[in-house]
């Protein structure tokens, strides 16, 4: 079992940042062993979403809406994943959950962190 616990979410203005964390335990070695951890998203009345993803070879992946303004990383002393998240729109306002894929020991979820971006 592999437990993700999210923090970091909030309100803030638009061209505001936020850093999210999502910190990993359990049954795993290092967070860097896990193959693909990502950050998901779901805003109210539409389908969660994928907005990054970092491997454990550490290429990255963004979705289009959010290149350039998020970065994921992770540190692997602290089995932690980060999203820093810049020039933050509206649009971006939405629930986000850390994502862990073990391929055959499956994947996991987090129970997700709110983000409003408002005036």
């Known amino acids: 079992q592999v437990q993700l616990v999210e923090s970091g979410g909030g309100l803030v203005q638009p061209g505001g940042s936020l850093r999210l964390s999502c910190a990993v335990s359990?049954?795993?070695?290092?967070?860097?062993?896990?193959?693909?951890m990502s950050w998901y998203r779901q805003a109210p009345g539409k389908q969660r979403e994928s907005v990054a993803a970092?491997?454990?070879?550490?290429?990255?992946r963004y979705a289009d809406s959010v290149k350039a303004r998020f970065t994921i990383s992770r540190d692997n002393a602290k089995n932690t994943l980060y999203l820093q998240m810049n020039t933050l729109e509206p649009e971006d306002t939405a629930v986000y959950y850390c994502?862990?894929?073990?391929?055959?020991?499956?994947?996991?979820w987090g129970q997700g962190t709110q983000v409003t971006v408002s005036s």
């Open positions: 994502h862990a894929a073990l391929g055959y020991f499956g994947d996991y």
């Open positions: 359990g049954d795993i070695f290092s967070i860097s062993t896990i193959p693909v």
């Open positions: 970092l491997t454990s070879g550490g290429t990255t």
